[in-house]
């Protein structure tokens, strides 16, 4: 069985992307070194986040927005519940969204962000990291339409204004008046097209590979654990998997400590209709009807409670 890549952006796209494409088709993630995001904003970020957590839980409710599906601002701890879950994850959350100039086409679909007074260059710093993101996203989706047998720059339109977020997460201490059942996160597939995530070098985080075992999922510290979302499987007809991946609870000192994490959900522009490459429709296959991005976004948060 092939081992979860770990591969890095400073080689050659020709020479990683199919390495990238094997690990993303057997486990549905990969291991990204060298992915360009400056460690002194991640550090930065880090920082600022902290700060935005540790403010008393009246002032961050204050930047929840009720009815906004939490698709900007912040989502208090036991809100959100994976599909299928009987209880609530144990986290708290920030998002940031594209910022789109006034009367922009996709104004509707994308609320404009909100930013916490309380903390110090916290908008320039998190709309910089927002663009880091976005590049190092780009060069990835490179190797998979590489992989693909796709011009290399296949991504680019598709991608472009599109609904991407970033979401900074608190996972508290885990007191003892845990829910029966309750993680960090439960178990869920992604709904976007690629996540990059900072932060998952702290114990936790498994997938669930093809024979129905959990395995832990641990990149080096400053690298980017990433995974395929439910809407790069669709275009690909399940050959790249949007594997189901959760947080599970730590034991001992770690359980009294606070883990945090920012993953980028990078997603396709709204009106892009996902539709499976031919290249990846065999006869006999009967694959998912078209359906677009914003469509397809609107019937996966209604499953989770966020709309």
């Known amino acids: 069985?092939?081992?979860?890549?770990?591969?890095?952006?400073?080689?050659?796209?020709?020479?990683?992307?199919?390495?990238?494409?094997?690990?993303?088709?057997?486990?549905?993630?990969?291991?990204?070194?060298?992915?360009?995001?400056?460690?002194?904003?991640?550090?930065?970020?880090?920082?600022?986040?902290?700060?935005?957590?540790?403010?008393?839980?009246?002032?961050?409710?204050?930047?929840?927005?009720?009815?906004?599906?939490?698709?900007?601002?912040?989502?208090?701890?036991g809100t959100e519940i994976a599909k299928d879950a009987q209880v609530h994850d144990l986290k708290e959350?920030?998002?940031?969204?594209?910022?789109?100039?006034?009367g922009h086409r996709f104004s509707d679909m994308?609320?404009?962000?909100?930013?916490?007074?309380?903390?110090?260059?916290?908008?320039?710093?998190f709309e910089q990291l927002f663009a880091e993101f976005e590049k190092a996203g780009d060069t990835i989706l490179r190797a998979i339409a590489m992989h693909l047998g796709l011009a290399d720059d296949y991504f680019e339109d598709t991608v472009a204004d599109g609904n991407s977020v970033m979401r900074l997460l608190h996972y508290p201490p885990l007191g003892d008046d845990v829910p029966e059942g309750a993680i960090r996160a439960a178990a869920h597939g992604d709904i976007n097209t690629i996540t990059l995530l900072l932060g998952a070098e702290e114990a936790g985080l498994e997938l669930l590979n093809k024979q129905d075992e959990w395995v832990p999922v641990s990149p080096p510290a400053g690298a980017l654990a990433v995974n395929v979302g439910d809407m790069l499987e669709r275009l690909t007809n399940n050959r790249l998997r949007s594997t189901t991946h959760r947080v599970v609870n730590p034991g001992g000192k770690a359980a009294r400590r606070s883990r945090y994490s920012m993953p980028f959900f990078l997603h396709f522009r709204p009106d892009f209709l996902i539709e499976p490459l031919p290249q990846c429709v065999d006869e006999g296959?009967?694959?998912?009807?078209?359906?677009?991005?914003h469509e397809f976004l609107l019937q996966r948060l209604r499953e989770i409670g966020l709309a």
């Not at 959350?93 to 006034?102: A, T, Y």
């Not at 994308?110 to 710093?125: C, L, Q």
């Not at 296959?285 to 991005?293: Q, R």
Request: no cysteine; aromatic share 10%; hydrophobic share 40%.
């Open 1 to 77: 069985m092939p081992a979860l890549a770990s591969i890095s952006l400073e080689k050659p796209l020709e020479d990683i992307s199919d390495d990238l494409g094997r690990s993303f088709a057997e486990y549905g993630f990969a291991i990204v070194r060298d992915h360009g995001i400056p460690q002194e904003l991640i550090d930065r970020a880090e920082e600022l986040a902290k700060a935005f957590f540790a403010l008393p839980t009246d002032v961050k409710r204050g930047y929840h927005i009720e009815g906004g599906g939490g698709a900007r601002g912040y989502t208090p701890f």
């Open 285 to 293: 296959d009967n694959p998912a009807p078209p359906i677009t991005a």
């Open 93 to 102: 959350f920030w998002h940031v969204g594209r910022s789109l100039p006034e």
């Open 110 to 125: 994308m609320a404009p962000n909100i930013w916490p007074k309380e903390i110090s260059g916290f908008r320039e710093t």
